[in-house]
């Protein structure tokens, strides 16, 4: 019996969209086969909350399980409660349609779709389900683009290619790699929505990226080069003499690796190698 979508998030039916994914998140940083490598009772539970989540997580797929369109494992039921309109719920025991001289109206509906004569024809193999995924990744894989291996809920792993760019909240499909089809059609897919790890050097500005760079006075006042840390790894940055708080520098090509690459703008802030200093000291009371 499928379970409900609801419970296994632990969230009320009156949950908002982004309480839905915050429980699921929570949930699955506990649950994730990556914490417990040959746990099989985990992997099941981290199953059932993805493919509750992929019920819940999809607003229409969500609206169709609510009105008892679809059970927790997004397979059709039919009419809400299992009974016809205006039963309790029962069996249909009496001859003919249940739906009197107009017949089964999904019925009709689906021999007008498919060009059938009053009865459901077989659509052939299905495609499997997909399976959703929630993964993070690094702000610099964000950035420069990267090829990862990343461990699934079924325990299997898979290379997978981030194309430079990525923003939190999108998704990476992955052909072919979602569940086995019941009658004999193709896998389903891998959808994995990516959450792109906060970096406490660089902020995002569109393609660009920003930063702040202190830099002592000596180098302030008379200028000189530093190395600077970019995505791509470290660089050498000319300071030019007389170099002030707020001054901002540009590394070309060394933002978001798009085509053509976004620029990093660094920020100097001024700073004190030894606010101590006896000299400096002189030299601020004029002696």
Same mark, same amino acid.
């Given at each position: ?89 029962? #069996? ?55 090829? #990862? ?6 325990? =299997? ?32 897919? &891998? ?20 930063? &702040?760079?202190?830099?002592?006075? #000596? ?53 004190? =190698? ?14």
């Amino acid at each position: 019996m499928a379970l409900d979508p609801y419970s296994v998030l632990g969230v009320s039916r009156s949950a908002t969209e982004a309480e839905i994914k915050k429980a699921f998140r929570a949930k699955a940083k506990t649950l994730h086969p990556d914490q417990h490598p040959g746990d099989k009772a985990k992997e099941e539970e981290f199953k059932r909350l993805s493919g509750a989540f992929e019920i819940l997580g999809d607003a229409e797929k969500r609206a169709k399980f609510d009105r008892g369109e679809i059970d927790g494992d997004g397979n059709p039921k039919g009419f809400a409660g299992g009974g016809f309109p205006g039963g309790g719920g029962g #069996r249909w025991e009496g001859g003919g349609s249940p739906f009197g001289a107009q017949g089964d109206p999904f019925e009709d509906i689906l021999s007008g779709m498919f060009g059938g004569g009053g009865r459901r024809r077989n659509p052939g193999p299905q495609k499997g389900r997909d399976v959703r995924y929630r993964v993070e990744i690094s702000f610099e894989d964000a950035v420069t683009g990267a090829r #990862r291996r990343m461990s699934m809920a079924d325990g =299997s792993a898979l290379d997978v290619n981030i194309p430079a760019g990525i923003t939190s909240g999108q998704t990476l499909r992955l052909k072919s790699q979602g569940q086995p089809s019941p009658s004999g059609g193709a896998p389903g897919d &891998a959808l994995l929505e990516v959450d792109v790890a906060e970096s406490q050097i660089w902020t995002r500005d569109g393609k660009d990226l920003r930063m &702040a760079l202190s830099v002592d006075l #000596r180098t302030a006042v008379l200028g000189g080069t530093v190395e600077v840390r970019t995505p791509s790894g470290p660089v050498s940055l000319k300071i030019p003499a007389g170099s002030n708080t707020g001054s901002q520098l540009r590394l070309k090509g060394k933002g978001v690796q798009l085509t053509p690459p976004g620029d990093l703008y660094v920020r100097l802030e001024i700073v004190l =190698s030894d606010p101590k200093d006896d000299g400096l000291r002189r030299w601020a009371e004029g002696r």
